[in-house]
């Protein structure tokens, strides 16, 4: 039913909320009950100088009648019947609910609004704590140093045979640990009373095209394929709002275009079949670059591959993460990775097995190697990009193991010689 079909729904809205019977309205207008019964259920148009009067009894502006709630609200609720699933029926009758309840039409939409904002929010929030390393990091540090304070308490409690000794050891522990905790809390909220703001922390270029990929898995098989070009696929995108964030998605389906020219798929994966994934060998059966081998292996789900590529200033430019290896998206990377000690060796393949320190000692195989990038110029130092490859490995040797983080902020590691700043775990969790 149109909107403007539904100022008698209105009307009688009107009248149950102001207390008045059919008779004594009908009776007030000097018309007929029966009449009044028509223009109610919509039977008979209305307006001029009897829609006048019907306002002025019912004490409302003679629009609320006519047009009642704004389309707005309207939309809104169709919004919500269609997210709740209702038949197609049930949805084309928002306006005539509208029309005949606009009190409990605004609450339901005023809800639904809620809702979604809440929604919105959990989602920030989840992804917030899921990608940035300060948070991830410090609270399973701090939830450790609490358990350990709870089994040292536990023992004091349990062991009644304990030695003077030891028992001033346990509570001499106790009150380091809870020292330890009280100040790394402390910096814990500082440093989220000093972050962006919650409906902020997703709005960045980099995050907008951190959510494209993700929402494409890293696989861009029709740009490849040739069924879309990187302009379309830009322009279809949601995630991607600035200017920024379509220049640096660009750049990447221009460089999967290339790719795919140099090495199709179908060529990689026989390729893969033949020789494995080592990414040298690859790259000498496919006269590939080795860098173009690393992208190609990262877009493969079954390997489960990281991927990070930076420029010469050391600056992240692409990240595809991988479980259990943290990939900073504030501050910057851990200067021992293999991939800044590639940017001093354009052209050589560095292979480090390692593993991160703050969320557990899961192993990595990682390669690195950097490209120079551009043309040529006279008298001018070349710009180079380093990639590197993060590949599972549980079966490495600790004794051959390098121990690296993911950012100074909240690296265990003492006496690393390439901190930069103090960690917000430095008094020891």
Known sequence: MAREGLTGSRIRERRSVAGLRQADLARSLGISASYLNLIEHNRRRIGGKLLLDIARLLNVEPSMLTEGAEAALIAT???????????????????????????????????????????????????RLTHDPH?????????????AIRSTAAILADEEDLTDEWRNRFHANINEDSRRLADSSKALVEYLDAGERVEDAAA???????????????????????????????????????????????GI?????????????????????????????????LASPVSLVFRRLAGLPKLEAGLVVCDRAGSLLFRKPTAGFV????????????????????????????????????????????????????????????????????????????????????????LCPGRREPSILSTGL
């Open 77 to 127: 609720l169709r919004e919500a019947a269609t997210s709740a699933n209702l038949p197609a029926s049930e949805i084309a009758r928002a306006d005539e609910f509208t029309g005949r309840f606009p009190a409990w039409a605004e609450v339901l939409a005023s809800g639904f609004r809620r809702i979604s904002s809440l929604e919105r929010t959990v989602e920030t929030l989840s992804d």
């Open 135 to 147: 948070l991830a990091a410090s609270v399973h540090e701090l939830l450790s140093t609490a358990a």
């Open 204 to 250: 960045s270029p980099q995050d907008e095209l951190e959510s494209f990929l993700s929402d494409h898995k890293y696989a861009f098989d029709e740009v490849e394929a040739g069924h879309e070009t990187p302009d379309t696929m830009i322009a279809a995108a949601p995630s991607l709002k600035s200017n920024a964030a379509r220049h640096m998605a660009r």
């Open 253 to 285: 389906l221009e460089r999967v275009v290339q790719d795919a020219q140099l090495v199709t798929k179908q060529r990689f994966e026989a390729a893969l079949e033949t020789v494995g994934p080592d990414p040298v060998e690859l790259a000498r059966h």
């Open 327 to 414: 990939i900073p998206r504030f501050g910057a990377a851990c200067a021992l990775w293999p991939l800044f000690a590639a940017l001093g060796q354009p052209g050589q393949v560095i292979r480090t097995p390692l593993v991160q320190l703050g969320r557990g000692r899961a192993g990595f195989e990682c390669y690195a190697v950097a490209d120079v990038v551009g043309r040529p110029v006279y008298n001018q130092a070349p710009l180079v990009q380093a990639s590197m490859l993060v590949l599972p490995n549980s079966n490495l040797s600790e004794e051959d193991v390098i121990e690296v983080g993911s950012t100074c902020g909240v690296c265990p590691r003492e």
